[in-house]
């Protein structure tokens, strides 16, 4: 799979050991920064990724900040983005088969790597149910209509 990534700096050293892993696990990343710990704000970075996702460069994206609350928060403002900051492994599987999430969040200050990664892994392998699901988020959908950000 194709995924772009982000963080800011306080998520930068979960975000690089994250782009390790996707590589080793054969996926093609697509790193949109930030490359060091010197303070940046989220959002334009949350935003990058989102707008990656959703113009189809990338097949999903994982956002990393302290807590993956602001990035989650900015992603999902976002059209087609389906952005979630799961704190365990069955969150992560269900916010795949039921909600076809395509972001991730993450908070380095906030998981412990393990966890962390635990949480990516199931992520990236669980796939979307479909059936009743696809319905309800088609209404999401039709309600992303008349709220874009603007370009
Ligand atoms: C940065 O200090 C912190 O606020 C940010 O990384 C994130 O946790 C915001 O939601």
Request: aromatic share 4%; charged share 25%; with cysteine.
């Amino acid at each position: 799979m194709k995924v772009a990534l982000a963080a800011d700096h306080a998520g930068f050293e979960l975000k690089q050991m994250t782009v390790r892993r996707l590589e080793a696990a054969g996926h093609e990343v697509i790193d949109m920064g930030t490359n060091s710990g010197k303070s940046v704000d989220y959002p334009a970075y949350a935003i990058g990724v989102a707008k990656a996702v959703s113009a189809g460069k990338a097949d999903r994206g994982v956002l990393v900040c302290g807590t993956g609350l602001g990035m989650c928060i900015t992603a999902n403002k976002v059209a087609g983005i389906r952005a979630v900051g799961p704190c365990s492994v069955d969150h992560a599987v269900m916010s795949r088969r039921h909600n076809d999430a395509n972001v991730l969040c993450l908070g380095q200050r906030s998981l412990e790597d393990r966890t962390a990664f635990a949480i990516l892994d199931a992520w990236m392998e669980t796939g979307f149910d479909g059936g009743r699901h696809a319905r309800r988020l088609s209404q999401i959908a039709e309600l992303e209509k008349n709220w874009r950000v603007p370009k």
